[in-house]
T-cell receptor, first 110, second 117 residues
Framework: DAKTTQPPSMDCAEGRAANLPCNHS???????VYWYRQIHSQGPQYIIH???NNETNEMASLIITEDRKSSTLILPHATLRDTAVYYC???????????FGKGTMLLVSP | DAGVTQSPTHLIKTRGQQVTLRCSPK?????VSWYQQALGQGPQFIFQ???????QRGNFPDRFSGHQFPNYSSELNVNALLLGDSALYLC????????????????FGPGTRLLVL
């Protein structure tokens, strides 16, 4: 699985959009980009994933650049409950496991 | 629809003891993966079970073993516990289906916090 690079921490004001970047410059054509988040001491929560096209669900939007070397997770209206560590993971489908890096600690403040 | 469940939630053991952790996958899922998360670190993959067999294994010693039952639930066993085994143990389930063609997004349980004294 390709290595991903994320900033160690980010701040966001409550109600504003949180844009979390991820670099995956060595990603293969059939590797998906997955995003999970982990609130302190809880299990990671699946957010969204994509291959080439931008994706949106009830939690977030995922924007993947045309060359697939980077992506951005967008939380459109961040709340205090969105404070968590966010992990960007590149992985193949099938039996592939998840390789977690250090992630980005997002702090949402009032 | 119940999500992934794990038991127990917390556990305290002493060095040298053995421990068994349990996981019930999300309804409709057939694959279980186990991860270890030390304090301040991201989760690390231990192994994955599909069709009652260990399919993949991470860089963990043989003291870590597992099992998957016909109902897809799974156990993680750790023998000869070390202080360094203290961690949050996470179970994730997914659906691979026949020939591994399922969607395969992994969903995590709340974890079991193990403390080895």
């Amino acid at each position: 699985d390709a290595k991903t690079t994320q900033p160690p921490s980010m701040d966001c004001a409550e109600g504003r959009a949180a844009n979390l970047p991820c670099n995956h410059s060595t990603i293969s054509g059939n590797e998906y980009v997955y995003w999970y988040r982990q609130i302190h001491s809880q299990g990671p929560q699946y957010i969204i994933h994509g291959l080439k096209n931008n994706e949106t669900n009830e939690m977030a939007s995922l924007i993947i650049t045309e060359d697939r070397k980077s992506s951005t997770l967008i939380l459109p209206h961040a709340t205090l409950r969105d404070t968590a560590v966010y992990y960007c993971i590149a992985r193949f489908s099938g039996y592939s496991t998840l390789t977690f890096g250090k992630g980005t600690m997002l702090l949402v403040s009032p | 629809d119940a999500g992934v469940t794990q038991s127990p939630t917390h556990l305290i053991k002493t060095r040298g003891q053995q421990v068994t952790l349990r996981c019930s996958p999300k309804s409709g899922h057939d694959t279980v993966s186990w991860y270890q998360q030390a304090l301040g670190q991201g989760p690390q993959f231990i192994f994955q079970y599909y069709e009652e067999e260990e399919r993949q294994r991470g860089n963990f010693p043989d003291r870590f073993s597992g099992h998957q039952f016909p109902n897809y639930s799974s156990e993680l066993n750790v023998n000869a516990l070390l202080l360094g085994d203290s961690a949050l143990y996470l179970c994730a389930s997914s659906f691979l289906g026949l020939a591994g063609k399922g969607e395969e997004t992994q969903y995590f349980g709340p974890g079991t916090r193990l403390l080895v004294l």
